[in-house]
């Protein structure tokens, strides 16, 4: 201080020092980095308690950078606990019920998901009780090797991590039903992956691979098997081996062809969508298959031997390929109910088409038809379909006549029950019938049906009988009749996976259909409902939801973002006068949104198909 210049601090005060120990550093910030000390906090008492007597702990979404340490030890006493616990002894006092440290339930539910982790302690392997546990959304790199020790872990998900590489103790963990790897970093995945032999759903979809590990042939268990979005271009033959595979998803790859896949007897679901596949693969032998989707390849022909190994199928997508012709074979698709071969080269329609007695989507947008005018094509499939059964020549009538089922002079219109145990199915299609017996009914039970087949009839509501077949039913099609209200008592249909309501006059469905917790499809298209009913929001297996040409006025992307599996969502041909850009933020496969009076997003971006819709609406979010 210069010399003659008094100090204006009073004296026994110092100036306090900027730095960690002076008073900015007292100063308690929003975002601040963590201590240990301060993440072991978060592992209060209380929650040690909570934990021990449910044998769950929730640490998800804490900022943690780090697990506690105390967290691998949980069902041990530390240090403190021991010696409260001996003082309770020598003084004679009595445990309450809640803390009798013999009395705890092992830990088996960790999810430490939503953090900033970047690694997992070796300590790991003292939790040996898990059966459950979540890392996803973190910042892991590795894993030690040490995880290998958790013999009793069923659910494992690290998906949203920047794993490069697992190590070998992940593959002995012998339990294994369901693994989850999406969104990571890995570029190889080792062949070990098929000593988790009990494993059921693997999910290894936004990563860096570029080859499918012949080591998934060993999953005989596995259910469910996702690799979108990665370099892959090798499929192995032995996915083949997968016998009680029901739905495989191989879509945004770089795949040119498949192998057989005719083993795959229990397959549902097949997705490849946007690879660089030339040739329909060859479902010969998949008995149980009922949606192909192709969309965005480079299928140029449609061979009948290729349709005839579809019979079964109801759902089939092959728009963006280079199909130039639909053979007449297509009508040996008996079931299909959507197809959508939308933005192809096709240029006439078989008249035949008209001949396929479930079909009620036909999406042709996008082609340079010539036989079928744009304002008949704008107008929907029911126009369209109308169209082509008036080029039907006269010789295809009586065929069309004779293979729709009608019973005409039958003397037994009824199906018998040997009839129906053959197919597992009750079909009364295109009887022109307005009601059905429960007696029908109750020998459907006998023959264990599980699809009730009731389309093109003048049914005014949904027979009572039904419900007789209740407990195996997983199929009911009531298309095309004169349906105004669905009753309550459908909801006794808990396995219900398959709905379809579409062309009747229905304008709501009952507020207790959210008790379809198996629904995976519905279908309420061409009817009078003036917005998609709250009830199938939350829905935790819906997968597809059709409800084109209806009178839907407004877009729910909440409610709509609240199924967790919905991938399919036909909109079209409504009265929408705006789209959320949240819509945007759902992981859609298809959506169909033309037709409606909206004027953003333009035709160019709804014609460019869906990737380009929903990465439109997403730029379009608040910043």
């Not at 979005?229 to 062809?257: M, W, Y």
């Not at 039970?445 to 009572?464: G, I, M, R």
Request: net charge negative; with cysteine; glycine share 6%.
């Amino acid at each position: 201080m210069a010399s003659g210049m008094k100090s204006r601090i009073p004296r026994g005060q110092q100036a306090t020092p900027k730095g960690p120990s002076g008073r900015l550093g007292k100063l308690n910030p929003i975002f601040q980095k963590q201590t240990s000390a301060m993440e072991a906090s978060q592992l209060s008492p209380l929650i040690v308690k909570q934990a021990r007597k449910s044998g769950k702990l929730n640490l998800s979404g804490k900022s943690l950078t780090t697990v506690p340490e105390r967290v691998w030890t949980l069902d041990s006493l530390d240090e403190l606990e021991i010696k409260s616990l001996e003082m309770r002894i020598s003084d004679s006092a009595r445990d309450e019920e809640d803390s009798k440290w013999w009395d705890h339930e092992p830990l088996t539910n960790l999810d430490i998901s939503n953090n900033c982790i970047t690694s997992i302690s070796p300590s790991i392997k003292y939790a040996a009780a898990l059966t459950t546990l979540m890392l996803q959304h973190n910042s892991l790199c590795t894993l030690p090797n040490e995880i290998g020790q958790l013999q009793r872990l069923k659910i494992l998900n690290l998906s949203h991590n920047k794993l490069t590489d697992l190590p070998e103790g992940v593959f002995g963990l012998k339990e294994l039903r369901q693994l989850n790897l999406s969104f990571n970093h890995l570029e190889d995945l080792s062949e070990s992956i098929g000593d988790l032999n009990m494993l059921e759903k693997l999910d290894l979809s936004h990563n860096r691979l570029t080859v499918l590990s012949p080591g998934i042939g060993f999953l005989t268990h596995l259910t469910h098997l996702m690799a979108t979005h990665n370099q892959i271009a090798d499929v192995p033959p032995d996915v083949g081996n997968l016998r009680v595979l029901r739905e495989l998803d191989l879509s945004n790859n770089e795949i040119p062809s498949l192998p057989l896949l005719g083993e795959l007897r229990k397959l549902e679901i097949f997705r490849a969508e946007h690879n660089n596949i030339t040739d329909l693969p060859d479902f010969t032998g998949c008995a149980s298959i009922h949606e192909v989707h192709l969309s965005g390849n480079c299928i140029a022909e449609l061979s009948e031997t290729e349709l005839e190994a579809l019979e079964q199928v109801r759902v089939l997508c092959l728009r963006d390929n280079k199909l130039e012709v639909i053979p007449e074979s297509v009508t040996c698709l008996k079931n299909l109910i959507r197809l959508d071969v939308g933005n192809n080269g096709i240029k006439d329609l078989p008249a035949c088409l008209s001949l396929l007695p479930h079909l009620s989507t036909l999406t042709l947008d996008g082609n340079p038809l010539r036989t079928i005018r744009t304002d008949v094509i704008k107008g929907g499939t029911t126009r369209v379909l109308k169209v082509l059964r008036g080029q039907l020549s006269n010789d295809l009538s009586p065929s069309m006549n004779q293979n729709s089922g009608l019973p005409g002079m039958n003397a037994q219109p009824w199906p018998n029950k040997y009839n129906m145990k053959s197919s597992r199915s009750l079909n009364l299609g295109m009887r022109q019938i307005t009601e059905v017996p429960d007696e029908v009914f109750e020998e459907a039970v006998q023959a264990e049906v599980y699809n009730v087949d009731l389309c093109k009839n003048l049914l005014t509501q949904v027979p009572s009988g039904v419900t007789l077949v209740a407990e195996l039913l997983t199929e009911l099609n009531l298309s095309n009749n004169k349906l105004t209200t669905l009753p309550t008592t459908l909801t006794a249909c808990k396995r219900l996976q398959y709905l379809e309501v579409s062309q009747n006059l229905l304008t709501d469905l009952p507020p207790n259909f959210d008790a379809f917790e198996q629904l995976r499809e519905i279908n309420f298209s061409f009817n009078r409902f003036e917005a998609v009913p709250a009830c199938l929001y939350g829905l935790p297996k819906l997968e597809i939801l059709m409800c084109r040409d209806n009178k839907i006025k407004e877009i729910d992307a909440v409610g709509l973002g609240s199924i967790p599996r919905l991938a399919t969502l036909d909109l079209s041909n409504n009265d929408i006068s705006s789209v959320p850009p949240q819509l945007g933020l759902i992981r859609l496969h298809c959506l169909e949104l033309a037709g409606n009076s909206f004027k953003v997003p333009r035709q160019n971006i709804l014609s460019k198909g869906t990737p380009s819709i929903l990465s439109y609406l997403r730029d379009r979010l608040p910043k």
